[in-house]
């Protein structure tokens, strides 16, 4: 909601007027988008509800703790204490925001995604420390509201997941919308007693350090499974090293019963994955057969423009010594994306040089999360570039964009 209504104000202040729509006065209320944002969450939590119902499914609002593999304990918000009973129990927590050694999240100067998502003021100031997924769109959110935002990151490239060639295409649009990149950076010292932050910092190989002053700082280092209260230790349920828990091809954790799914288990922390998850889990449950392909989980940054991608990246097509072939087709020749003037991007096909078949697509545009499906559905069916290339898709849009990008993987595109 709120990287929409950023976006809706960034627009008006630099779209507009080339368009012939001018404004004698612009200016943000903050209020009027938090509580535009906070309906939003509002309705589809109470949607979630309704289903619940709709399903006689009963929700029982509480902190649950495993007391044995068919019983858990619920803590319930109105005060009271129950024990729910069930024959088979899964854990679907989530994840939680991952803390940093000396950073104490206070939610007002130093904040997680949670607190970034309800500022009452626009920092002048904002450091975001890690340049993954959270913390470039947040960072976006405050950069096209008005925030000097500074991203500090300790490796060497944003987003690492991302394809390499894509990622720098994208680093560079976030630099042009007046985003700073700091990376090779650790932070060693953070000092929140007076008006603001000071952040001191230095190269992660070890160097000389500087100050970094902010009026906000955001920690998006990433996240950590939620495990904690639930019992887990004392039931003998295993977990890996990192502290997700450990579960089969079925989802059943190390005890007969308990099932596990989401973030709490190995594979990329998105909520698309939980759900496949969820529906697979219970498919299991139920006798039936399940099954989730994570090398079609497809992965979307919501900034503008948006980056999505599916399946392999270049660097882990060479790894792995495949032999391929890559089509590439820019949004500038595209002519939906000219006459809406928002032409930045590209779309990239990698796919298996003999037989064809597609190993990864990487889009960056407007709309990208969209505009993936198609791959992931090709990806799903063991599609070739050619199957997409000689697709009809309809004209003019954006989606023609990746069948030309097809055609160039294959043969050759049209228009380019």
Wanted: proline share 4%.
């Amino acid at each position: 909601a709120l990287l929409h209504s950023s976006h809706m104000y960034h627009e008006a202040k630099h779209a507009f007027p080339a368009h012939g729509v001018k404004f004698a006065q612009l200016e943000v209320d903050l209020a009027a988008m938090m509580a535009q944002k906070d309906k939003a969450v509002a309705n589809l939590t109470k949607g979630i509800e309704g289903l619940f119902k709709k399903n006689k499914v009963t929700y029982v609002k509480g902190a649950g703790k495993l007391i044995s593999s068919s019983e858990v304990a619920v803590d319930g918000l109105d005060g009271s204490s129950t024990v729910v009973k069930g024959k088979n129990i899964i854990i679907a927590t989530g994840s939680d925001v991952k803390s940093l050694p000396g950073i104490v999240i206070d939610e007002k100067k130093i904040v997680s995604s949670t607190g970034a998502l309800a500022l009452t003021e626009i920092p002048k100031k904002l450091v975001v420390i890690g340049a993954g997924y959270i913390g470039l769109e947040m960072g976006s959110v405050w950069a096209r509201l008005g925030s000097e935002v500074t991203v500090v990151e300790f490796a060497p490239e944003i987003v690492p997941t991302m394809d390499g060639e894509v990622r720098k295409m994208f680093q560079r649009s976030l630099e042009k919308q007046k985003m700073k990149f700091m990376l090779k950076t650790k932070v060693v010292g953070v000092d929140a007693s007076g008006p603001g932050v000071k952040l001191t910092v230095e190269p992660s190989a070890g160097g000389e350090q500087s100050v970094l002053e902010a009026d906000v700082v955001l920690v998006s280092a990433g996240r950590s499974p939620y495990t904690k209260g639930l019992g887990i230790e004392d039931l003998g349920i295993k977990t890996d090293k990192i502290g997700r828990i450990e579960v089969n091809e079925r989802f059943a954790t190390s005890v007969p019963g308990v099932y596990a799914i989401g973030d709490v288990i190995p594979g990329p922390m998105l909520a698309h994955k939980a759900e496949e998850d969820g529906v697979a889990c219970v498919e299991f449950i139920a006798g039936k057969t399940g099954h989730v392909d994570y090398d079609t989980v497809p992965g979307v940054v919501y900034t503008n423009p948006e980056v999505a991608s599916v399946g392999k990246t270049e660097e882990q097509v060479k790894a792995a010594g495949i032999e391929y072939r890559v089509g590439k087709f820019p949004f500038l020749a595209n002519s939906r994306a000219k006459a809406i003037d928002s032409a930045e991007g590209v779309v990239k096909i990698l796919a298996d040089k003999e037989s064809d078949k597609i190993l990864g697509v990487h889009i960056m545009a407007p709309n990208a999360g969209e505009l993936i499906h198609e791959a992931v559905l090709a990806l799903q069916y063991g599609a070739s570039s050619e199957d997409i290339a000689r697709t009809c898709h309809a004209h003019p849009t954006l989606s023609e964009a990746v069948k030309e990008a097809a055609m160039a993987t294959y043969d050759k595109p049209i228009h380019i």
